[in-house]
């Protein structure tokens, strides 16, 4: 018997009894959707995770005061002391490394942002001018904060965009006066909106120069350093010089961590493949009760199906003939299945996608393949008992429907 | 040309053993017409099952065209089925969901014939058995008569050397269980062996050779003479 004839035969004892057939099916098809659907959310949560991530900042290198032991707690605690203040000086003695293009030194404080009887509390970031290009934010209106020395305390401010809506409304900002704590500020710029990154509201923040955020907060100290790397091929090299200039400066004593980003997102990354991974596995489980439920219909079809057996086996077909036959069924089935699962998959993830903007959901290619070859695999695999059985038949018996 | 040499069949029913044949020897020459009659339970289905290869001797040999069939695999035993040997049974064993065509076709799609060829002799039988018009209807839109002459068509599709047929006539009315009949000794012109399985002595008689088995033993053997 040819291939093609065998299929064509297996095809038309599939539509010969529909129903039976069209609830396999659904089965089937329900078992790869759910793969491509729930591997589609946890490809798009990871997706939304490291685009916030890229918003944060590209080739970027962090810097931390004191040093986070991977177990236990660390030796500052034991010995009572805290670990040393990264200083603006040291901030700047990263810029003589090579590899490095940009820092930004970071103090955050929170404090009372007024202007006349309107007052809030604010978190207050003091930065530097690159801030706005190592961290990738935009400006609205007027400039954002002027570059110069470092160590001088300009009052000025830069506000995020509804710290300005809130204190000014539609009024003109740029030019007029705030007060931030016991210091009045100038406004020089208003951020572009831009929503959250990374749990940063920036539209929530105001941004004046890192002296005179230490002025305000009465410190010397430094939140954490950004450093931007050259390209990306330089980023373990920032890390690296990073660390040594830090250390050199802190008379030999490694009490700063540096993290990269990329090691931050490879972890995140991680994760969340692994937790697409487990979800679409769950799902996949599915697809295995689909492959029994066919193997039960399956075992149906041949008891229906026995004298039609026994008269092919009579009519000189062979025991593997007639496992063929069952084979080429439960192929079809599957892909069939396959075929309308992936349909509802791609389907349910579009009306997700839609319902939520944010979530960049589509299914990996990878679990798309595996919840295809999964129902293949379990289809067949499944229909082997059947096919078995009906080959080992005894034709005499069969032609009488025992 | 087909030769049973001391066979015996015996099935195991719970914790006893029946005995279908005992013993049979039989000797059937190329174009004999050969009719086996007997009471039911004497064992001339198994016969029958056992000369279509369709049941395996518990002892005993069976020789076909010379060759021994009994040590025939379950494939090479298929593949004697399927070129010299034809059925046509009591019940008809139509396929319900294919046309009266299609019944016809199977045989041939079996024996992987490719598609125009099948069509071409399915059509020629077609017409010389008076179906052609009934070509494309279900077996559940045929009259008996027309269900077992499609059911002939099919068994003789692959040009067969021996046909066997099972109560041919016991599903259908007595008008078109003669007219059955004659198509089937019909085909004793084109030298085909024939085999008639019935309880019927009056149909039994017709054959020129008929045995009479009782108990899974042939107790008689008649040429009849011309």
Redesign the interface.
């Known amino acids: 018997?040819?291939l093609a004839?065998t299929f064509q035969?297996a095809y038309?004892?599939l539509?010969?009894s529909p129903t039976r057939t069209l609830l396999m099916m659904l089965a089937m098809s329900i078992g790869v959707a759910a793969v491509v659907v729930l591997t589609a959310l946890g490809e798009g949560a990871r997706r939304y995770v490291v685009n916030q991530f890229s918003t944060l900042g590209t080739n970027l290198v962090i810097v931390l005061p004191g040093r986070t032991e991977t177990a236990g707690i660390g030796p500052g605690l034991m010995s009572g002391q805290t670990p040393r203040d990264i200083t603006l000086d040291d901030a700047q003695a990263l810029l003589r490394s090579r590899a490095i293009k940009r820092i930004a030194p970071l103090t955050v404080g929170s404090a009372t942002l007024s202007r006349g009887a309107l007052n809030r509390e604010v978190v207050v970031l003091g930065s530097t001018s690159d801030l706005l290009e190592v961290r990738h934010m935009s400006i609205g209106i007027g400039r954002f904060l002027p570059a110069g020395d470092i160590q001088e305390g300009a009052s000025v401010c830069v506000l995020g965009n509804q710290m300005k809506q809130e204190l000014f409304g539609n009024e003109q900002a740029v030019g007029q006066w705030v007060r931030l704590g016991d210091r009045r500020f100038r406004v020089i710029g208003v951020l572009a909106s831009q929503g959250e990154s990374m749990g940063m509201r920036t539209d929530e923040l105001v941004i004046i120069p890192v002296a005179s955020a230490h002025q305000l907060f009465n410190t010397s100290s430094l939140f954490r350093i950004l450093v931007e790397a050259r390209n990306r091929d330089y980023i373990e090299q920032a890390k690296h010089d990073a660390e040594e200039i830090m250390v050199q400066r802190h008379s030999g004593e490694r009490d700063v961590t540096v993290i990269t980003q990329d090691a931050v997102l490879a972890t995140f990354d991680r994760i969340l493949t692994t937790l697409t991974m487990a979800v679409g596995g769950i799902a996949a489980i599915s697809l295995a009760v689909a492959g029994v439920l066919i193997m039960n219909v399956m075992l149906i079809a041949v008891a229906q199906r026995i004298?039609?057996i026994?008269?092919?086996?009579?009519?000189?077909?062979?025991?593997?003939?007639i496992r063929m036959l069952f084979f080429a069924e439960a192929a079809l089935l599957s892909t069939a299945g396959s075929v309308a699962g992936l349909a509802l998959g791609y389907g349910g993830s579009m009306i997700i996608g839609q319902i939520y903007p944010a979530l960049p959901v589509s299914p990996p290619w990878w679990a798309v393949l595996a919840a295809c070859f999964t129902a293949l695999g379990t289809g067949i695999l499944f229909s082997v008992w059947p096919a078995r059985r009906a080959a080992r038949l005894d034709?005499?018996a069969a032609?009488a429907g025992r | 040309m087909i030769e049973l040499q001391n066979v015996c069949r015996t099935f195991t029913v719970g914790d006893q053993q029946v005995t279908a044949l005992r013993d049979v020897n039989l000797r059937l020459d190329a174009g004999e017409y050969l009719s086996i009659m007997g009471p039911s339970g004497s064992g001339k289905s198994t016969m029958l099952n056992m000369l279509g290869l369709l049941d395996r001797p518990t002892s005993g040999t069976y020789l076909l065209d010379g060759g021994n069939v009994t040590d025939l695999n379950d494939e090479q035993q298929a593949r004697v089925r399927r070129e010299k040997i034809g059925f046509v049974f009591q019940s008809f064993h139509l396929v319900p969901r294919l046309t009266a065509a299609q019944n016809v076709e199977l045989p041939l799609i079996l024996a992987g014939i490719p598609a125009e060829e099948r069509k071409a002799r399915v059509q020629v039988l077609m017409r010389n058995y008076g179906l052609s018009d009934r070509a494309d209807h279900k077996p559940d839109q045929l009259s008996g008569g027309q269900r077992q002459r499609v059911a002939i068509a099919r068994a003789t599709v692959m040009n067969p050397t021996v046909l066997l047929a099972d109560e041919p006539t016991g599903n259908l009315d007595r008008t078109t269980g003669w007219e059955v009949l004659k198509l089937l000794e019909g085909l004793l012109e084109q030298g085909i062996t024939l085999v008639v399985v019935t309880h019927d002595a009056e149909i039994g008689a017709r054959a020129r050779r008929q045995i009479h088995m009782l108990d899974g033993r042939i107790v008689s053997d008649e040429r009849r003479t011309k």
Request: aromatic fraction near 4%; charged fraction near 30%.
């Open positions: 018997m040819k004839d035969f038309g004892s539509r010969g004298k039609e026994g008269l092919l086996k009579a009519l000189g077909a062979p025991g593997k003939q034709p005499v032609l």
